[in-house]
Antibody
Framework: EVQLVESGGGLVQPGRSMKLSCAASGFTFSNYGMAWVRQAPTKGLEWVATISYDGSSTYYRDSVKGRFTISRDNAKSTLYLQMNSLRSEDTATYYC??????????WGQGTLVTVSS | DIQMTQSPASLSASLGETVTIECLASEDIYSNLAWYQQKPGKSPQLLIYDASSLQDGVPSRFSGSESGTQYSLEINSLQSEDAATYFCQQHHDYPRTFGGGTKLELK
C-alpha cells in the first residue's frame, strides 16, 4: 500500500525558515517523480513544486521560486521541502504527492504550516 | 500560465441524480486533465486522468469527457458519499494549475 507521511509543519514567524519531510513507503520511491501541493485554509489547491525521480530536474511555481527548494533522498525514500523567507500567504496545508505525468495519484495526509507573528 | 475555469462553484442535487461539472482551459491542454474529489478534512483523491481514464478503484458512475478546451466530469446515480468538493487540474504544462473547485451538496 502506498503511504506518504508528511511532517515538519507548525507555527513559524514571517521571514523564518521551515523544512517539511515526507516519508514514502509501499512503492519504489526512486522510480517516481514527486511533488508538493498546498491548500490555504478554506481555499483551493495550488501546485508548489515537482522533482524528477532522480532529483536532476525541479520545477517551482513563480511565487516560491528562489525561496523554496524541493529535494529528495532516494536511499531514505524521503521527500523534502525547504522553505525560506516565509510569508503569511504561504500559510497552508502542504501535501506530499506522487507525481506521474503531471497528475497526482497518491497524497499524504498533509501538514499545516502557519506563518504568523 | 494555463487558467482553469471551473463551474459551477457549488451545486445541490438529490440521490440518484446525474450531475455535470465543467472546466474550461485557457488554451489547448491536449486531454491532459485530471479530476479530484476532496471530502472535508481529507486529502484529495484522484478520480480521472487524461480527461477520461478512470483511476483504479474509482466507481464507474464517475466519467470524464472533453470537447475542445472544455472538460466535463459526470457523476451518475449520485450516492451520499459523493458529497465533496471536486477539482480539475491540467497536467499538460508547468505551472500545474487547478480549477477553483465545485462543492457538491446532496439534498
Amino acid at each position: 500500500e502506498v503511504q506518504l507521511v508528511e511532517s515538519g509543519g507548525g507555527l513559524v514567524q514571517p521571514g523564518r525558515s521551515m523544512k517539511l519531510s515526507c516519508a514514502a513507503s509501499g512503492f519504489t520511491f526512486s522510480n517516481y517523480g514527486m511533488a508538493w501541493v498546498r491548500q490555504a485554509p478554506t481555499k483551493g489547491l495550488e501546485w508548489v513544486a515537482t522533482i524528477s525521480y532522480d532529483g536532476s530536474s525541479t520545477y517551482y511555481r513563480d511565487s516560491v521560486k528562489g525561496r523554496f527548494t524541493i529535494s529528495r533522498d532516494n536511499a531514505k525514500s524521503t521527500l523534502y521541502l525547504q522553505m525560506n523567507s516565509l510569508r503569511s500567504e504561504d500559510t497552508a496545508t502542504y501535501y506530499c504527492t506522487r507525481n506521474y505525468r503531471g497528475f497526482f495519484a497518491y497524497w499524504g495526509q498533509g501538514t499545516l504550516v502557519t506563518v504568523s507573528s | 500560465d494555463i487558467q482553469m475555469t471551473q463551474s459551477p462553484a457549488s451545486l445541490s442535487a438529490s440521490l440518484g441524480e446525474t450531475v455535470t461539472i465543467e472546466c474550461l482551459a485557457s488554451e489547448d491542454i491536449y486531454s491532459n486533465l485530471a479530476w479530484y474529489q476532496q471530502k472535508p478534512g481529507k486529502s484529495p483523491q484522484l478520480l480521472i486522468y487524461d480527461a477520461s481514464s478512470l483511476q483504479d478503484g474509482v466507481p464507474s458512475r464517475f466519467s470524464g469527457s472533453e470537447s475542445g478546451t472544455q472538460y466535463s466530469l459526470e457523476i451518475n446515480s449520485l450516492q451520499s458519499e459523493d458529497a465533496a468538493t471536486y477539482f480539475c487540474q491540467q497536467h499538460h504544462d508547468y505551472p500545474r494549475t487547478f480549477g477553483g473547485g465545485t462543492k457538491l451538496e446532496l439534498k
